[in-house]
């Protein structure tokens, strides 16, 4: 966080929280009523700024103000780099996915250092090529077909070949804030 924020929340400890002001959307852009932030800037100080409460809903801390952010998919967007580092929608480096989830429409989870990521649109065709059946073949469509198939929850028969290999688990898309712990639509306190 940054030091100006810091002192901010310290001289004014009590201003309110903002609600419906800023989102994230599936591609890692910040939209401030509905029109996306293309000050560099300000996508930077709003990235070094953005944090989590203890009730999973994610805010970029303005000043002394929490600016509560809706998300359309995942806290974090993440995206495959030309050198093959993986790195969030705020180019924070991913050095550890814990666990890789699919959903029923074929959108790639990683659970990671910084949370859960959504894996930006983009580097879908990466990520098949990161992807094994148990046999250690590489998955084809057809294993791709059959992995959409499963329950929420269960393995799909997939293997992600990262720094580790570990099984890729169906996870239906309307689950994932419960089971990866965040709030895609933060209300008041009092409200929820």
């Known amino acids: 966080m940054d030091d100006s924020v810091i002192r901010a929340m310290q001289r004014w400890p009590n201003v309110p929280a903002v609600y419906g ?93 910084h949370g859960p990521g959504l894996l930006h649109d983009g580097d879908l065709d990466w990520a098949v090529d990161q992807l094994t059946t148990e046999s250690g073949e590489p998955a084809g469509v057809e294993a791709l077909e059959q992995a959409l198939i499963h329950l929420s929850g269960e393995d799909t028969g997939l293997y992600w070949q990262g720094a580790a290999t570990m099984p890729v688990r169906r996870l239906d898309w309307d689950d994932m804030p419960g089971k990866l712990g965040f709030v895609r639509e933060p209300v008041e306190e009092s409200e929820a």
Do not use: S
Request: with cysteine; aromatic share 12%.
């Open 21 to 113: 002001w800023l989102r994230l959307n599936r591609r890692g852009d910040w939209l401030l009523d509905g029109e996306r932030i293309t000050h560099a800037q300000f996508r930077a100080f709003i990235g070094r700024n953005y944090l989590v409460d203890e009730r999973g809903c994610w805010y970029f801390q303005n000043g002394p103000q929490r600016v509560f952010i809706a998300l359309d998919a995942t806290p974090w967007i993440i995206r495959h780099r030309a050198d093959g580092r993986l790195e969030t929608h705020t180019e924070a480096e991913v050095t550890t996915v814990k666990a890789v989830y699919l959903d029923e429409d074929g959108r790639i989870v990683l659970d990671t250092e």
